[in-house]
């Protein structure tokens, strides 16, 4: 996968998002996962079912109403699309490290994406792979600008 | 059985077709009969369904007497009209915000350009959003990629909606707009001043 001068093709695989109230904006950045994930993955080398998968982080105070947690799928574009709370508070003390409350709810929409029971598509193998990147040591660093 | 009418032309067409394979007249009639019979079957059964549909509209009732005697709002109604409500009271005004550095659709550029590059960071587009709404974005798409939603202000829908403009025609006023060598009347995302 092929990253020209820090930019990603329009056109790719792995998507990142996120849902961040702006109080908090300045502490986030995902940019790191977009480009190692695109970088490293292939979702074809786990089979068919899935073509696209897009991730939403959501980084709301406690009591949001408006931008929930959510994981769908569409059987016809094979596209998953799933969206996944961190704890606010926690990622707002830095109680724990911050990047690794990242990969954890990465991990977590992979699992969610287990329940949607993708065909032809090895989820299992998918999650290993996600979680070998983000084993490596200094991974995240390496990938901010 | 019922005949229906041919116009003239579809008759030119269907003597030409007579005269060049060979079929009569009778024949061609027997091979069309059984479509329009069918057709006509299919025509009465929606009709039908149609019918009966609104049958049961008109028997489920959106009004109903309380234990006074006095007419109210079923409880359906009612409840759809407080979620409706309760969606105009909780809205959101946002930022979309670039992720990466990268190339995004531009809408007002004035110098034609149809994209932008935006630095990590940078404002694409404001907007406003109430509680309900979240399948206007579907697959992570907010009319771009590569951007982080950022939620900026919370309250009533016209709250929401005076902010979003607000920051829409401030937009030429920040930092980033003020360094940039081409002036944008508004952020990249936004079609118009609203």
Known sequence: MTIANGILPQDRQIYISGRIWHDILPKVDFSPFLYALHDSINLSDFGKGLQRYYFSFILMPEGEQINLPYAHYDAERRIADVAVSVPYGDYEEKTTNRILMLENAYLQGIDRLAALNIPEFDVKAFYQNVKEVFAAEGWYGKWLD | ?194
């Open chain 2, 1 to 194: 059985m019922v005949k229906l009418p041919i116009s003239d032309k579809t008759r030119n067409i269907q003597s030409q077709a007579i005269e060049s394979n060979g079929v009569d007249e009778a024949t061609l009639e027997k091979k069309r009969t059984p479509y329009h019979f069918l057709l006509l079957i299919v025509c009465a059964a929606l009709g039908a369904g149609l019918w009966m549909g609104q049958e049961e509209d008109s028997t489920s009732s959106i009004i109903v007497l309380d234990q006074d005697g006095n007419v109210e709002l079923s409880p359906e109604r009612k409840a759809k009209l407080a979620r409706e409500l309760d969606e105009i009271d909780n809205a959101e005004q946002y930022a979309l915000i670039a992720a990466v550095n990268g190339h995004f659709p531009c809408f007002s550029c004035m110098d034609g350009s149809t994209t932008i590059f935006l630095k990590k960071g940078e404002v694409w587009k404001y907007g406003v959003t109430r509680k309900g709404e979240q399948i206007r974005y579907p697959a992570g798409n907010f009319g771009a990629m590569d951007l982080y939603y950022v939620p900026q202000f919370k309250g009533d829908y016209a709250a929401c909606l005076k902010e979003e403009k607000r920051k829409i025609y401030y937009y030429p006023t920040l930092p980033e707009a003020l360094m940039r060598s081409v002036e944008l009347i508004r952020p990249p995302g936004n079609k118009t001043d609203s």
